[in-house]
């Protein structure tokens, strides 16, 4: 059973970049049936697309993020990481990855616990 | 504000049936399947129903889904208290080439 784990600094000063892992347990990062995603919600609110990566490397952003973010693979360590650059408090939230079905439904499953990332001086 | 429209609550008595509702655009949800995911109270979102209808393995036929055009809707039968949660649809868009989420409703069994 695929597990997901999420870590990595729970404060960032503004302006900082923060960067986060996404530790994959119980199955490859490198399988071409999925790709890994980053998700993120703020408290009390609802669910934000950060973006995605294949195990070829491509990804995709939202272009909300686009030109802050990064999304990388370490296919030694199965694992895959996030960097959001120039944060401000509105990206504070907790932030999820998860695992996408590469193909048809698209699905996002499983999840990681989250990992809450607060952005303050 | 979110890409899809879902009531922000929704309510409903131990064995009662509640459907949640969920609204958008031929860009999502009009040309792919519907996704729900189901987020109890301080966990992380949990896939529940995927391709409009199907549940994956573990999830209770008690919960059911379905979709019409450019709407989708989750349904909850013999309702429990351990169903209050957050529920949310999303669906793949085509324009943003990424999941597009509603904004969530909050089930209260009362």
């Known amino acids: 059973q695929v597990q997901l784990q999420e870590s990595g600094p729970g404060l960032v000063k503004p302006s900082q970049t923060l960067s986060l892992t996404c530790t994959v347990s119980?199955?490859?990062?490198?399988?071409?049936?999925?790709?890994w995603s980053w998700i993120r919600q703020p408290a009390g609110k609802g669910l934000e697309w950060i973006g995605r990566l294949y195990p070829s490397g491509s990804t995709n952003y939202s272009p909300s993020l686009k030109s802050r973010v990064t999304i990388s693979l370490d296919t030694s360590r199965n694992r895959f990481s996030l960097k959001l650059s120039s944060v401000t408090a509105a990206d504070t939230a907790v932030y999820y990855c998860?695992?996408?079905?590469?193909?048809?439904?698209?699905?996002?499953?499983?999840w990681g616990q989250g990992t809450l990332v607060t952005v303050s001086s | 504000q979110s890409v899809l429209t879902q009531p922000p609550s929704a309510s409903g008595t131990p064995g009662q049936t509640v459907t949640i509702s969920c609204s958008g655009s031929?860009?999502?949800?009009?040309?792919?399947?519907v996704n729900w995911y189901q987020q109890l109270p301080g966990t992380a979102p949990k896939l529940l129903i995927y391709?409009?209808?199907q549940r994956p393995s573990g999830v209770p036929d008690r919960f059911s889904g379905s979709k019409s055009g450019t709407s989708a809707s989750l349904a909850i039968s013999g309702l429990q208290s351990e169903d209050e949660a957050d529920y949310y649809c999303?669906?793949?868009?085509?324009?943003?080439?990424?999941?597009?989420f509603g904004g969530g409703t909050k089930l209260t069994v009362l």
């Open positions: 999303a669906a793949w868009d085509d324009s943003l080439n990424g999941p597009v």
């Open positions: 031929s860009s999502h949800i009009g040309s792919n399947t």
């Open positions: 391709s409009n209808n």
């Open positions: 119980g199955g490859s990062i490198s399988s071409d049936s999925y790709y």
């Open positions: 998860a695992r996408g079905a590469a193909t048809g439904t698209m699905r996002l499953d499983p």
